[in-house]
């Protein structure tokens, strides 16, 4: 029936659903991301056909070819797909109904998805051709939305990576239309801009991508890149927090020191039999790996510089510790190992045991627990093969060891302004306050502080309270952590590390922290 969108689901006498086909039309031709986005599909109970509708060539893909070349990257979504990859449902199976996904810029019957409003790939590539992540809206023929979110890209200055990484982040979009499935809003545009075309002269454009490219090139030989820091300050008993603000400290930030060839990030700071601990994200350029390292803080700061307390097979960051039940522990991520590891301090802070893995076979990014209406619940972005950033995904367990379950929703939310974690979630006065990223400018460039106004078996909901980002009171260009423990609260950011520097003042001899005054 026009206008209404279902996948007609029926069992035979073994109870397995039969259902018809879907058919995604993509403007053509057939793109290795349009074959992505249909083999996402496919976790449906029904075949896949992808269908191309002849339409004019856009000049988008010959900006992505050059940005391919410019910046060595190995993004092919934007490639013809061979004959062999293209997927066919070979027709349709007894008994079950057609359902059309159109992405053409007139659609007709079935879903479509509109970007910023207007339907079609043509739009969404002219808003990323203009820096933009659209918010994006699955919509029947009649005009109903089924989903709405923001997909997104951790580089949207860059088409090529934005084009590849955006279309995963559609496919879950179009999966929880076709499944039915309320997904959280995403957090709304505080800044209004113009949605019409930003389509520029194709030679102006391929001038612009070069000359940017180059940039990006002369800065990487000056400068060590990405370089991040921590700032950190100590409250004053009656002082509020950051949370409580909802802007930054009118004094503004101290820096922890570093020596330009390791950086600083993900700041997680607790509160120990009476000592203050800041464990970290400690990056060495020359390794291009990170471990977990930790420093201790007493009334004048931090006592010494970062020591290393964790390592593993791949890259570690946020290393989100917490104390329960007489013991210290740890979930760093692990995201490229394909899972999520709970650890346990065997001699805090420097000795650490594997205790269980809560989660297999899955990558995601910044763990982050919390126990709400008599369970524990875990927060993190989950990556489809687009963004890092964009997807939120949640489980539950009884006990901190698990049993851990996903959430029956699967898919929480799509937004790469409000979904990744960007710290603890902080219970204040039965209310739920939750530091976000927002990357909707590029990774890690400000937060969100945000009220979690639901969170249960039923489906999560988020409100923002406020924007922070990087300013006066914390220079650079970006503002990616949000914490505190007792005294100490400390948030992270961008810096600039040239590749010859100055040798850098020397930190405070380590020693033995002394218990801080009050906390």
């Known amino acids: 029936m026009r206008g209404t969108i279902h996948i007609d689901v029926r069992h035979n006498g073994a109870g397995k659903a039969q259902v018809g086909y879907i058919e995604l039309r993509v403007p053509g031709p057939v793109l290795r991301g349009h074959v992505r986005l249909a083999r996402r599909l496919g976790e449906l109970p029904a075949p896949v056909r992808v269908v191309a509708v002849p339409g004019p060539p856009s000049d988008a893909h010959r900006v992505m070819r050059l940005e391919r070349a410019l910046h060595r990257l190995s993004d092919d979504a934007h490639l013809p797909a061979p004959e062999a990859e293209h997927v066919d449902a070979g027709g349709p199976r007894s008994g079950g109904d057609r359902v059309v996904v159109d992405l053409t810029d007139d659609p007709g019957e079935g879903l479509r998805a509109a970007f910023d409003g207007r339907p079609g790939e043509a739009a969404l590539l002219s808003a990323l051709e203009g820096g933009r992540l659209p918010l994006v809206e699955v919509l029947d023929a009649a005009g109903s939305v089924l989903a709405r979110g923001r997909p997104g890209s951790e580089q949207p200055g860059v088409l090529v990576t934005a084009y590849a990484e955006v279309l995963p982040g559609l496919g879950t979009l179009l999966l929880a239309a076709l499944r039915g499935q309320q997904l959280a809003d995403p957090a709304p545009d505080l800044t209004p801009y113009d949605v019409a075309s930003t389509s520029r002269p194709l ?257 999560f909901e988020q409100q923002v309270l406020a924007p922070l980002a990087a300013g006066p009171r914390w220079p650079g260009r970006r503002l990616h952590t949000l914490n505190r423990a007792g005294r100490l609260e400390v948030v992270d950011g961008s810096a600039m590390s040239p590749r010859f520097r100055r040798r850098p003042r020397e930190p405070r001899e380590p020693r033995e922290p002394r218990e801080q005054g009050r906390a």
């Open 203 to 459: 030679a102006l454009t391929v001038a612009r991508k070069t000359a940017g490219a180059l940039a990006r090139q002369g800065y990487r030989a000056l400068y060590r890149a990405p370089h991040w820091r921590v700032g950190w300050r100590l409250l004053e008993p009656s002082e509020p927090d950051v949370l409580t603000t909802l802007e930054h400290p009118a004094g503004g930030w101290q820096d922890l020191p570093d020596d330009g060839h390791h950086f600083y990030a993900d700041p997680f700071p607790v509160v120990h039999e009476g000592r203050t601990w800041l464990f970290v994200e400690d990056y060495d350029h020359r390794v291009g790996r990170g471990v977990i390292s930790v420093v201790g803080f007493d009334d004048d700061g931090p006592v010494g510089t970062p020591t290393t307390v964790l390592e593993h097979d791949v890259h570690l960051s946020y290393p989100f510790v917490l104390e329960h039940e007489g013991e210290v522990w740890m979930v760093p991520e692990t995201s490229a190992a394909g899972r999520i590891e709970l650890h346990r301090a065997t001699a805090f802070p420097h000795r650490w045991t594997l205790e269980a893995v809560l989660v297999e076979g899955v990558e995601a990014s910044d763990a982050t627990l919390l126990e709400h209406g008599g369970r524990w619940w875990l927060l993190a972005t989950v990556r489809h093969g687009g963004s890092f950033s964009d997807t939120l995904g949640a489980w539950s367990a009884e006990r901190l060891t698990g049993p851990w379950s996903p959430h029956p929703l699967g898919a929480l939310l799509v937004d790469i302004a409000s979904a990744r974690p960007a710290g603890r979630v902080e219970v204040r006065d039965g209310r739920l306050l939750r530091p976000v990223q927002d990357n909707r400018t590029g990774y890690g460039a400000s937060l969100l502080l945000m009220e979690v106004t639901r969170l249960d078996e039923g489906g």
